[in-house]
Nanobody, 122 residues
């Protein structure tokens, strides 16, 4: 079972930037960032395969960038031009094994971090 731990959340004004980090205890086939705003379902934000292929939710395309440093076993989410609607608890997730999946859905992932709060004020 992979172990994940996020860091880097915080409060920022609209238009600002934050970078989230997620340390992983091992190798994963697929890793992703999800978020959950109060009263809403958790949604996929961005994901990256071990090949380097990336996918983004339409709401964050052009503003967020997912990346990974395999040497450090760390996943990142660079968030720019933040909006109040980006306010949520952000989770990183990992899937260890190969599979044909929808990478922005929750079901393919078998390990989750504890979450980190991101608050964007207007």
């Amino acid at each position: 079972q992979l172990q994940l731990a996020e860091s880097g959340g915080g409060s920022v004004q609209a238009g600002g930037s934050l970078r989230l980090s997620c340390t992983v205890s091992g190798n994963a086939y697929l890793m992703g960032w999800f978020r959950q705003a109060p009263g809403q379902a958790r949604e996929g934000v961005a994901c990256i395969y071990n090949t380097g292929a990336t996918y983004y939710a339409d709401s964050v395309k052009g503003r967020f960038t997912i990346s990974q440093d395999n040497a450090k076993n760390t996943l990142y989410l660079q968030m720019n031009v933040l909006k109040p609607e980006d306010t949520a608890v952000y989770y990183c997730a990992a899937r260890r094994d190969y599979g044909s999946v929808n990478p922005l859905r929750e079901y393919p992932y078998d390990a989750w971090g504890q979450g980190t709060q991101v608050t964007v004020s207007s």
